[in-house]
């Protein structure tokens, strides 16, 4: 690789990081340290293929997918996060987002890898089921039942979710 590549694919790195970790964040259900391995893993591979690749950001989640579907299919287990729920919003007002968030987090780290993986991929990615399907090795029919198993184990572990799940069925 020379100066001027290794100079955009640094610039790639500090523009798109924090993108990269939010995603691996969600992915692996909240987990630092697993979401930091995550995008590792992705710009590792991404390095190699540098000068080939048209689409930078979409090979490196691209990557970040199906590195997290090969530790759950691997069977890697990782050590759950166990935090305390925040308190009841008194009013819907600028910090309900943050507590939102906290809740949702929580609730994505008690899902499965799976389930939590195609909830990241239609809702956050708003991927197609199709694509999923693809990114996942999987039938559509596979998507749509696990989709469904999926919210409605949110639903289960965080009931103060069911507005913003109503608003996604």
């Given at each position: ?80 996060l166990v935090r305390t729920q925040a308190p009841e919003p008194e009013e819907r007002d600028r910090h ?35 694509e999923v399907a693809q990114v996942l090795g999987c039938s559509v029919g596979t998507v749509r039942s ?24």
């Amino acid at each position: 690789m020379d100066a001027a590549e290794e100079q955009r694919f640094r610039e790639f790195v500090t523009d798109r990081s924090p993108a990269l970790m939010r995603l691996g964040f969600l992915l692996t259900g909240g987990d630092q340290h697993a979401a930091e391995d995550l995008v590792q893993t992705a710009l590792a591979k991404l390095v190699t293929k540098w000068r080939t690749v048209d689409a930078p950001e979409a090979y490196a989640k691209q990557i970040m997918y199906r590195q997290q579907i090969s530790w759950w299919r691997a069977g890697r287990r990782r050590v759950e996060l166990v935090r305390t729920q925040a308190p009841e919003p008194e009013e819907r007002d600028r910090h309900h987002q943050s507590e939102l968030r906290l809740v949702l987090r929580a609730a994505l780290s008690r899902l499965t890898a799976r389930q939590r993986t195609v909830l990241v991929l239609r809702y956050f990615e708003d991927l197609p089921e199709r694509e999923v399907a693809q990114v996942l090795g999987c039938s559509v029919g596979t998507v749509r039942s696990t989709t469904h198993r999926s919210l409605a184990r949110l639903r289960e572990v965080a009931p103060e979710l069911a507005d913003e799940l109503e608003a996604v069925t």
